[in-house]
């Protein structure tokens, strides 16, 4: 069994700051991958930004050069550095981790239940 848990949404105004992090705790040999997505009301959710165990990384176009995610391996954590957020950044933003549970043992993702982040003055 394996747990991910999000925090640090809130409200803030535009061009602010928020940090997002994501726990993962339980069953846990290996994280694979380890990504953010968010979904506005009335949209898809869309991927934010993604990291490997290696630490490359992919950013959606419209967060490239404000938002930096990162990912710390022994803590099992990521985080998501959001700065001069926008009223369009406001959703609920989920984490997802990739894990393998053994060493020879399959990849699995699971999911965080969402932080709500609002860009708003």
């Known amino acids: 069994q394996v747990q991910v848990v999000e925090s640090g949404g809130g409200l803030v105004q535009p061009g602010g700051s928020l940090r997002l992090s994501c726990a993962a705790s339980g069953s846990i040999f290996a994280i694979n991958a380890m990504g953010w997505y968010r979904q506005a009301p009335g949209k898809q959710r869309e991927l934010v930004a993604a990291v490997t165990s290696g630490g490359s990384t992919n950013y959606a176009d419209s967060v490239k050069g404000r938002f930096t995610i990162s990912r710390d391996n022994a803590k099992n954590t990521g985080y998501l550095q959001m700065n001069s957020l926008k009223p369009e950044d406001t959703a609920v933003y989920y984490c997802?981790?990739?894990?393998?549970?053994?060493?020879?043992?399959?990849?699995?993702?699971?999911w965080g239940q969402g932080t709500q982040v609002t860009v708003s003055s």
């Open positions: 997802n981790a990739d894990v393998k549970s053994t060493e020879w043992g399959l990849v699995y993702r699971y």
